[in-house]
């Protein structure tokens, strides 16, 4: 007959090492949820790993216990629990509360002493128990019937130990690892031992005399004299630290076996309610009865039987569906392989229901998802004539998850996708921008608790019958933290310019690049057999422990930093050692020349279209502040410190012999917006009168005349305004200006002077986001800051400098992409030929026909500067050349 078994978590334990294990996790109030994440994980992998009939965990209270009166010192010196940490006790015990899991806890006795106390309770019934835990003591509590499961590298690795094995793998029992822990002490809870007695030798004192108190009667035929004068000497301490080691088994606390069951009839709502504030849409299938798949699509259930039975209805035509699927491939494979799309057309009123269904299965509420049931024996026109029909009516208005995709494929099908409501992706992200992934799938997770389940069709039409109530909880987060306009006017129509830009793409000289290739080969071996003559031998460059002995060994220049397979060569130490010797200077060079031929060479060759085209992917939804980020290629990222870097822009072309390439920049964006934000006088009047502004800083910092400023002064002025915006302190500014501390503090002191507003602003922004969590630019764009409230220093140090930059970045970031939108619908409104093709930081990149030049450029200036009304003006170089080189 199989034993009953008995499940017991020691909370505490687990929740420290979910803590440090697992990367820091927040939802969106800021809260600190890694350790209950972890704790979760774990008690579900144990649950169905064990099968156990009953289930409690442990926790230590914060009240002194008996080990602390018989010995003060006891676990003293441990660091206070991080406040990252501490928060969420209170919400893994509400967890447990809420699946109906004992928790035990009493003043005066730790964990582990409740662990001793419940597996022998358990024990002496027959009842197999089961101690999950982190912490190596709890080892003495193994037997034949209690296992001591002990968590490795974080909470995915574990060892089950009984009696048994204790003795096999240590020599010792359960029980005379008491002793040894008495011998060796425990620096972890200040348990002293005897000094001089390691780990080792307490096992093999132990292992040869049974006892501490075996040991202390034989000391004479130890060897070893400084081991013997410590036995004599700390005697009394060895058996005391034995005593503060054993795990009490009698704690007066009342068991009842039946209120500790493992139960299944937990409160699924109020699990749903905490799983969804804390956004653990992973775990949500992994409990039974709050898990939502094909079979309770609706959290809420909030509809009528007869509702559900209309979007199951729909769901069981999926076989019909599938059978047409392949036939819209076949019709549809040039076409980049549009598939099948879903939307809600919110109000349907001017098309017929019968008409639109033609095209469309109703599932719910006017969400549909393209079945396409009546196009099996038409043509490819004839698909292309019903699409339009239904997605360039701008009276139908649709909601959608990620436009920019079906706005890239359908332009390719010569289709416009008009009438643009909601797009769940962009609002998604704007709420929260700190995810990195916005799939229809997560948001559901997110937001509904929902994992719907199938093949890709059935969980297609899942979600699309789920649309509406995403949209619904999402217009009302955008609507409450006062984004309307950051999403409708910016981000939303932004959509189509990037798919427009995708499509259109950035014409390439094959020719041109070739060539720069090959004067990159030159120049790459030119360096190399500079470096070769420097180190005095010929070694393989690209290797880190071959360049570690020639900088450290053979040039005996000073070691920076090890790793764990020798000398450190990263980027960080060459800066470190730049000044030491000449060759770090030419390895650096090395490094950026062979990093932008690999990448920017070989890379661009190798995603050329068949147009002369490079249609690169712009991202909406990556950055935290707000910033568009492009790949496949990153032309966001062409390094422009060295001359061959900044050639690269060189093969860039305009698409015909009839156009020129036009760049539109920003002149110095962030230093105006924080002049706006900060709204200081000093700084406000500097842009107004078009000063140059890092000689304005100098002759106000270094206290001289305008025109009495010198070159250095300017360009320290300069380091001191950009390393202002990132909240640069005077350690950073010295290393970067090659000063001293004091000098620096002197410049940022006499900065703050001069331009109070500024200094303000950076408190004030500080103050915000420790209050909210978040900082807001100029269009209400949020971003949250955990950080800001960290335990450990350098993370809130962090946290406090995005506080200062993220507002400044992210107004460049919004005003960037607000003067995208006017560009792109005034070059669209006036029928012009000339189009918007590329975004890098704050700069536009126009391929323009000749003929309409100067209408471009004033449309482009004019839409540019007057993208937002700020307190100082917004300049904008503009440059037009045969290339995008040309024109910087």
Known sequence: MTKERLLILDGNSLMNRAFYALPPL????????????????????????????????????SAPTFRHSEYKEYKAGRKKMPEELAEQFPVVKELLELLSINIFEIDGFEADDLIGTLSTFAENKDIEVYIVTGDRDALQLASDNIKVIITKKGITEKEIYDGKRMVEEHGVTPSQFIDVKGLMGDSSDNIPGVPGIGEKTAFKLIKEYGSIENVLSNIDNISGKKIKENLHQYSEQAIFSKKLATIMKDVPIDIDLDSIKSKENYNAEGLRKLFMRLQFKTLINKIPGIEKGSENIDIESEESDEEQEVIFESIDKIDRFKDVSEQILAVCKNKNELLYMTFKIADASVYSKNYIEKIFVNLKENNYVVEIKQLMDVNEEQVINLLKSILEDKNIQKVSHDVKMPHTILRKMGISFEGIKFDTKIAAYLIDSSKGEYELEDIIGNYLLIRPTGDDLTKQVKHTALLSKIFESL?????????????????????????????????????????????FKVEISTIQKEIYDLAEEEFNIN??????????????????????????????????????????????????LTKLYSTYIEGLKAVVDEDGKIHSSFNQTVTTTGRLSSTEPNLQNIP???????????????????????????????????AHIANDENLIDAFVNHSDIHTKTASEVFRVPIDEVTPLQRSNAKAVNFGIVYGIGDFSLAKDLKISRKEAKNYIDTYFERYPGVKKYLDDAIEQAKE??????????????????????????????????????????????LAMVNVYDELRKRNLNSKLILQVHDELIVNVHKEELEEVKAIVKKEMEEVLDLRVPLEVDINIGGNWYEAK
């Open 26 to 61: 927040t939802n969106s109030e800021g809260l600190h949820t890694n350790a209950v994440y972890g704790f979760i994980t774990m008690l579900l992998k144990m649950k169905e790993e064990i099968s156990p009939n009953y289930i409690v965990s442990t926790f230590d209270r």
């Open 475 to 519: 217009e009302a987060s955008i609507k409450e933290a006062n984004m309307d306009e950051l999403l409708y006017e910016v981000e939303q129509p932004l959509t189509e310019v990037l798919a427009y830009m995708e499509y259109e793409g950035f014409k390439v000289d094959i020719e041109k690049l070739t060539e720069l290739g090959d004067k």
């Open 543 to 592: 290797s880190p422990k071959q360049l570690g002995k020639i900088l450290f060994e053979k040039l005996d220049l000073p070691v920076i930093k090890k790793t764990k397979t020798g000398y450190s060569t990263n980027a960080e130490v060459l800066d470190e050692l730049s000044d030491k010797h000449p060759i770090i200077e030419k390895i650096t060079y090395y490094r950026q």
């Open 640 to 674: 422009i410190k060295y001359e061959m870097g900044r050639e690269i822009r060189k093969v860039f072309v305009p698409e015909n012999d009839n156009c020129v390439i036009l760049s539109a920049d920003y002149s110095q964006i962030e230093l105006r917006v924080l």
């Open 772 to 817: 909210k969590l978040y900082v807001t630019t100029v269009m209400n764009r949020r971003r949250f800051i955990p950080e800001i409230k960290a335990s450990n220093k350098m993370v809130r140090s962090f946290g406090e400098r995005l506080a200062m930059n993220t507002p400044i970045q992210g107004s460049a970031a919004d005003i960037i992409k």
